[in-house]
């Protein structure tokens, strides 16, 4: 079987390794320039690779195609993929095949990250033989082809579920629906549910879904669907037929006949959202039968995720928030949910679509300043212009560091929570919440 990979970073150079190690014929294309780290990895396993150029003779040839999840459905390349009937998978689809290991498979709007790295932390401090993939961590292919674990604990953006048809999840989450990337789904909310939802096919009454009971998407959605797995629903308030639920400041779990509970002022995840990211995980890790006394010291002993809800500095009796993972505005909802003190908001990027109404009454109740960081800034002025006190513009982290520090006053938090996608100034979240930490450490 001949197989064309599309895209040349982390998920697309494991699916390569893998396609080699099972005997297929590859090839890799990548519209961009390739890191020299993964060039040099495709030539020593003799991988055949190209850049900065897609050969469509050669890709169209191709039975099957690897498609990286940044690549839109809208690249003609894929057009062109599309109306030839070329079937199209994702890397984790791929790697599915060849590993029996146990999935546990998380999504979700916000959170997903945190809750992946929460449920890897307990089950490696069980001693588990797990592995960490999907959007953290080294890709799935390229673990299963170097060795394979017993578990892997593994964040799933849509844009990886769309390319996922065969592969079945042991274990799947649910955090939370609220619209993000329309732009790649046509502006359509339906279709980005829809998408979200795929990580419950294929499962059985042996399997186990783990949702927000609160989430009135998700409630609409499910009765709609036959969903044939164990269902395993959380919430804050005790109700029947829960997994998860708080009483008296307690975290209670009862699942597979087991219960478990912990005080909430032990977790060491502080705010609502992340009462919500330990009840998944501790569902998760009662599921796979871990030690009680395991599943209360990783939930207390766990230090979080770089660029979500992370504390940089403080400047002169000025808290500084590197927030940076906000690529949407129910991200940064959560984040302004948590501040107990007046707030200097960074917003702006790359718009997906998004409706700021929802941070509407927060910001007017919070936010001392608003700084737009961005190249493009007329939808934010459009939308909080004479809501907040002052709001400036920066085309720079240094800029808008240094605005926002100034409209501080002793006592307040500059958040970083941009509310959008980061490649119109940065190269990724990643590289804007290092730059940000770089610039409030220069004050």
């Not at 697309?12 to 320039?33: N, Q």
């Not at 999935?103 to 992946?116: H, R």
């Not at 996608?421 to 004050?443: H, I, M, N, P, T």
Request: proline letters at 2%; aromatic letters at 10%; one cysteine or more.
């Amino acid at each position: 079987m001949n197989i064309v990979v599309l895209g040349a970073g982390e998920s697309g150079v494991g699916a390569a390794i893998l396609a080699k190690e099972k005997g297929f014929e590859v090839f890799v294309s990548d519209k961009s320039e390739i890191k020299d780290k993964y060039k040099k990895e495709m030539t020593d396993h003799s991988i055949e690779w190209e850049e900065k150029q897609h050969t469509e003779g050669r890709i169209l040839a191709a039975d099957e195609i690897i498609k990286s999840p940044g690549i839109p459905e809208s690249a003609p390349i894929i057009k062109a993929l599309r109306s030839k009937g070329t079937k199209i998978i994702s890397e984790i689809e791929f790697a599915g095949r060849y590993s029996n290991s146990k999935m546990i498979c998380i999504t979700g709007s916000n959170g997903k990250t945190t809750t992946t790295m929460l449920t890897y932390h307990i089950l490696q401090k069980a001693g588990l033989k797990v592995g960490l993939a999907g959007n953290v961590g080294f890709s799935l292919a390229r673990q299963v082809a170097y060795g394979d674990f017993d578990y892997y604990v593994i964040e799933l953006s849509s844009f990886q579920l769309d390319g996922m048809y065969e592969f079945k999840a042991d274990v799947a989450v649910l955090l939370n629906i609220t619209p993000d990337h329309l732009d790649r789904y046509e502006y359509k909310f339906q279709n980005y549910i829809d998408s979200k939802f795929r990580i419950v096919q294929n499962m059985t009454e042996k399997e186990h879904f783990i949702y927000w009971n609160d989430d009135p998407i998700i409630q609409k959605e499910l009765e709609k669907r036959d969903i044939k797995a164990t269902k395993c629903p959380f919430a804050m308030e005790k109700e029947d037929g829960l997994a998860a639920y708080i009483e008296n400041e307690i975290l209670n779990i009862t699942v597979k006949n087991t219960t478990f509970d912990m005080e909430l002022n032990k977790l060491s995840l502080k705010g609502q959202h992340n009462v919500y990211n330990s009840m998944a995980a501790g569902i998760t890790a009662c599921i796979a039968d871990i030690n009680k006394s395991t599943i209360r010291e990783s939930l207390s002993d766990f230090r979080g995720v770089e660029h979500r809800l992370e504390p940089v500095a403080k400047v002169r009796n000025v808290l500084f928030i590197n927030d940076s993972k906000a690529t949407n505005v129910n991200s940064c909802w959560y984040a302004l949910q948590c501040m107990k003190t007046p707030v200097v908001l960074i917003l702006g990027g790359k718009d997906k679509g998004n409706d700021y109404s929802e941070i509407e009454s927060l910001v007017k109740d919070k936010v001392r300043a608003i700084v737009c960081l961005g190249v493009d800034n007329a939808k934010l002025h459009a939308f909080f212009d004479g809501k907040v006190p002052v709001i400036d513009d920066a085309l720079s982290m240094k800029e808008a560091v240094e605005k926002s520090f100034s409209f501080a006053q002793k006592g307040d938090t500059v958040l970083l929570s941009p509310c959008c996608a980061s490649f119109d100034l940065f190269q990724s979240y990643e590289d804007r919440g290092c730059q940000f930490k770089e610039q409030v450490k220069a004050l």
